[in-house]
């Protein structure tokens, strides 16, 4: 594991848009796809607005880029609730990658959702093997929708589960991938900012396995938490 600690959320948001753009051109130049799940929240959108910059946008070759989600709540896509909706307006907007090569959770469908969105997993990871996985860290220790004591915490082999909402807003059911399938990524970034996430955040790296984000361990993979000194706790 290694946590790379930056000056403010900015300077956090920029590595995250690098580290993507970098793995996707490994990726592609070894296996000629970069995969990639992308997390909702606000921490993340600022690393989606950079990449859509022209100056980023380029150094990655998006017709060879397939994208799809670590969760999404069971919400219409124009809803601001949506991850793929933040998604859409905040990079794919302003991107030149084929509507092909993105996988959203289908979210109208309510349980079958994530029947449907299994099936995009297995023509987009056939062997489980994502490139990289952005996460987010819930000030309640949950990732994607893993909320503690959730069934999905559990779950093998289904690569996608629904989920009741959790404590944190907003209260809806969610779809998330589930840990055999985070896990064998070959690498996972968690993007974690602010002050309010600084006790957490001490928890995760206290090793408190009672924590849905402490359950993330590769089985083979890197493990990079991207931090900013606030939620470092050296605010
Ligand atoms: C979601 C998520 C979730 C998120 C964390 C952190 O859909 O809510 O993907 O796991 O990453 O809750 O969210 P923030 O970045 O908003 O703090």
Known sequence: MEIRVY????????????????????AIEAR??????????????????????PDRATLVDWSRTMLFL???RLVPYDDPRSNFGMIQRTLLANVDIPEANVYPVPTKFE???????????????????????FLGLGEDGHTASLFSGSPALTETPRRAMVTPPGVLPPHVDRVTLTLPVINASRNIAFLVSGEKKAEIFRR???????????????TDGNLIWLVDRAAAGKG
Do not use: C, N
């Open 70 to 72: 670590a969760d999404e």
């Open 111 to 133: 349980a079958v959702s994530a029947i449907m969105y299994e099936l995009s997993l297995k023509s987009v990871i056939p062997d489980m093997h994502a490139d990289l996985i």
């Open 204 to 218: 995760v790296m206290d090793g408190d396995k009672a924590l849905p984000a402490s359950t993330v361990q590769p």
């Open 7 to 26: 000056k403010d959320s900015e300077e956090l948001a920029a590595a995250a848009a690098d580290l993507f753009a970098e793995v996707a051109r490994d």
């Open 32 to 53: 000629g796809w970069a995969k990639i799940g992308l997390s909702g929240g606000s921490t993340p959108e600022s690393m989606y607005r950079l990449l859509a910059q």
